[in-house]
């Protein structure tokens, strides 16, 4: 194996999702020199193939009070919007223990307010880096629906949204007549729901994270693929074993997704990550056009007017990284669609399924690792990651930097709260 020394970066980014990407920004906007290193193309993996929504007033976490109750019936349901294959039960039954327990009225408090802090300022943030990175062609501020089939199942999710709404997100309610005027399209079967104004959409995630990677090679960060195995700490830094080469740098961010917690096991820090595969299917001719994303809340379903194609993105199947893609579960989505979108023409979807890397109590982990001095985690952002990845970015780059503010603003994600 080759043991090469590069120039000595001063911080290595293993990761080139659109958290890491967007840490490298920030990491560069403050002046410090960057390498990234990823086996993959930038945004290849789950920043690829989710739904676009910049959800900036999204702190509601998903286990709200009652979840306890609601997710029997639902684990129990193959064509419900949340799956457990039974052989993979016993596994997830300690991060379900904690994911239950974050469910507890002053939990939820907590994590909203901590979320608030992470993504609050998303659009904002957003806006500012597509800007500086030419990509601000690709955020689309037309809003989001976000829509039930009647009142009395839109007002199963009120806490959730008393709990946005009380962090300022503008969510008008809407009726069927107003439903059909801003989306024609959108079946009669949707009577109830939100507008959200405010809330834009990426038009083409892989595109902007493939944007922000350009710009970032354009300022001089390095990009290398190859795949990390091992983290060590000597007395100048950090050592970084990839299956091609060595690599060594002062700080470290970790920013490897839903494969993160591997790295970290052999140090002897255990974070309960899991993977909350997701899935989408793209009808490149469907024959339907939407203006903003359609969100079918019930079924849990977004339903995005990407680029090259309407993108129906949903579903939560546990079942760890490496069983391949179950075509059921992404075939469900059709039927979810069509239930959307009448005319929609479903043949011949194109099907994909990404790893959402997910903590039980829906906050990312952020920050240094205690006792690890210039280890830095930046992953775990479940159902938020491109929501959250600039706050992430800024926020990180700031404390990396020595900015004490962050680092408080960052606590609620230490990795010690596990
Ligand atoms: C169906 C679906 C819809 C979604 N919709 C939304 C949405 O509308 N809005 C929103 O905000 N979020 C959404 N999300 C969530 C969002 O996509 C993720 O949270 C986000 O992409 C995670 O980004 P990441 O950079 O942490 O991980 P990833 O994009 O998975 O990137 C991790 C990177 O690490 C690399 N890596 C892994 N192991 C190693 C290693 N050993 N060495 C080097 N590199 C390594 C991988 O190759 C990969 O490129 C959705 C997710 C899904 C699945």
């Not at 920043?47 to 639902?74: F, T």
């Not at 007395?235 to 470290?252: H, K, L, M």
């Not at 399924?353 to 985690?377: A, F, T, Y």
């Not at 990180?396 to 960052?410: C, E, F, I, K, P």
């Amino acid at each position: 194996m080759a043991n090469f020394q590069l120039h000595r970066p001063e911080a290595i980014v293993i990761g080139a999702g659109i958290v890491g990407l967007c840490t490298a920004y920030f990491l560069v906007e403050a002046g410090m020199p960057v390498t990234i290193i990823d086996p993959s193309e930038p945004g290849a993996e789950c920043s690829s193939g989710n739904a676009g929504s910049l959800a900036s007033g999204a702190v509601a976490p998903l286990a709200m009070p009652g979840v306890l109750k609601q997710a029997p019936s639902m684990l129990l349901d193959p064509t419900g919007p949340l799956y457990v294959p039974t052989g993979y039960l016993l596994q997830v039954a300690p991060w379900m223990a904690r994911f239950v327990a974050a469910s507890r009225q002053t939990r939820v408090a907590e994590i909203a307010q901590a979320l608030h802090a992470l993504i609050g300022n998303a659009v904002a943030d957003h806006k500012n880096m597509a800007s500086r990175t030419g990509c601000r062609d690709l955020i689309s501020d037309t809003g989001q629906l976000h829509l039930y089939p009647d009142q009395r199942s839109l007002e199963k999710d009120n806490a959730a949204w008393a709990l946005k709404r009380q962090y300022g997100l503008i969510a008008e309610h809407i009726g069927g007549a107003e439903i059909r005027s801003l989306e024609p399209a959108v079946s009669s079967d949707y009577q109830a729901g939100y507008h959200l104004p405010d809330q834009p959409w990426v038009k083409e995630p892989k595109l902007y994270a493939s944007r922000i990677a350009d710009h970032l090679k354009s300022r001089g960060v390095r990009f290398i693929r190859d795949h990390v195995q091992s983290l060590s700490r000597d007395v100048t830094g950090w050592s970084i074993r990839g299956r091609a080469a060595d690599y060594f740098a002062t700080q470290v961010v970790l920013a490897a997704g839903a494969w993160s917690a591997q790295l970290l096991r052999p140090l002897g820090i255990k974070v309960p990550l899991e993977s909350q595969r997701g899935y989408h299917l793209r009808f490149a001719g469907g024959g339907v056009d939407l203006r903003r994303i359609v969100v079918l809340a019930d079924r849990k379903v977004f339903i995005t007017p990407m680029q090259n194609g309407l993108r129906v993105a949903g579903t939560v199947e546990f079942g760890g990284l490496k069983r391949p893609p179950s075509t059921v579960r992404a075939g469900l989505l059709a039927g979810h669609a069509k239930a959307g979108l009448p005319d929609l023409n479903i043949s011949s979807p194109a099907e994909w399924m990404g790893h959402r890397p997910c903590l039980p109590d829906s906050l990312p982990v952020i920050g240094e690792v205690p006792h690890q001095k210039n280890l830095w985690c930046a992953f775990g952002h479940g159902h938020l990651g491109l929501t959250g990845s600039a706050g992430t970015g800024r926020l990180l780059a700031q404390a990396m930097s020595g900015v004490a503010s962050a680092q408080r603003t960052l606590s609620p994600f230490s990795i010690s709260r596990f």
